[in-house]
């Protein structure tokens, strides 16, 4: 089975910047997509940014020009670089990817557990 495990997280002042990180392990064929989504009590989770095998990117217009989204193939990993974090930013972090067991399978996707952030001062 697949397993994504995310790391980073905590409570960060206004304004800070850390890194999201997020490694898949398991047995597979290939990671499409991957992608980090949050949720806050009473909300749907949301997408925040989501990146192709081929680099290409996508962001939530609330983070557009302060989160970047990156990854790593040769490590199965994928990040979210957190700049100018705000208080609404606070949330638990998911990381999500899409997975191909075998050449011309489905793919599938699998999430992490979650990670906390927590904008305060």
């Known amino acids: 089975q697949v397993q994504l495990v995310e790391s980073g997280g905590g409570s960060v002042q206004p304004g800070g910047s850390p890194r999201l990180s997020c490694a898949a392990s398991g047995s597979f064929f290939r990671i499409n997509g991957m992608g980090w989504y949050r949720q806050t009590p009473g909300k749907q989770r949301e997408l925040v940014a989501a990146?192709?095998?081929?680099?290409?990117?996508n962001y939530a217009d609330s983070v557009k020009g302060r989160f970047t989204i990156s990854r790593d193939n040769a490590k199965n990993t994928v990040y979210l670089q957190m700049n100018s974090l705000k208080p609404e930013d606070t949330a638990v972090y998911y990381c999500?990817?899409?997975?191909?067991?075998?050449?011309?399978?489905?793919?599938?996707?699998?999430w992490g557990q979650g990670t906390q952030v927590t904008v305060s001062s």
């Open positions: 990146i192709t095998s081929d680099g290409s990117t």
């Open positions: 999500n990817a899409e997975i191909r067991k075998y050449f011309g399978g489905r793919a599938y996707d699998v």
